[in-house]
């Protein structure tokens, strides 16, 4: 059973920062792509980050130059770094791995930016 920790989540005032981590029980270096969505209350989960097996990275249009997606293959872990948190960027965010092996999710971590 492979699974996804998300963490590092929280409130936190406009113009902050949060730094999210998604820890997996398997290997991350074989997968195609490490991915951060995320879903704002009442809306569809969008995608937000990808990297991908060689490190190439991509961003939606919203969080380019706020938003850094990195990973570390050691310690099976995909980080989001996030900055200059705006109010439109509340919702909950998922980490999925990208296979093959398969595609896993993790459970989400909340994070919530006031005004």
């Known amino acids: 059973q492979v699974q996804l920790v998300e963490s590092g989540g929280g409130l936190v005032q406009a113009g902050g920062s949060l730094r999210l981590s998604c820890a997996a029980s398997?290997?991350?270096?074989?997968?195609?792509?490490l991915v951060w969505y995320r879903q704002a209350p009442g809306k569809q989960r969008e995608w937000v980050a990808t990297?991908?097996?060689?490190?190439?990275?991509n961003y939606v249009d919203s969080v380019k130059g706020r938003f850094t997606i990195s990973k570390d293959n050691a310690k099976n872990t995909v980080y989001l770094q996030m900055n200059s948190l705006k109010p439109e960027d509340t919702g909950v965010y998922y980490c999925?791995?990208?296979?093959?092996?398969?595609?896993?999710w993790g459970q989400g971590t909340q994070v919530s930016v006031s005004s």
């Open positions: 999925k791995l990208t296979g093959p092996p398969g595609n896993y």
């Open positions: 398997i290997s991350i270096s074989s997968f195609e792509a």
């Open positions: 990297i991908t097996k060689s490190s190439y990275v």
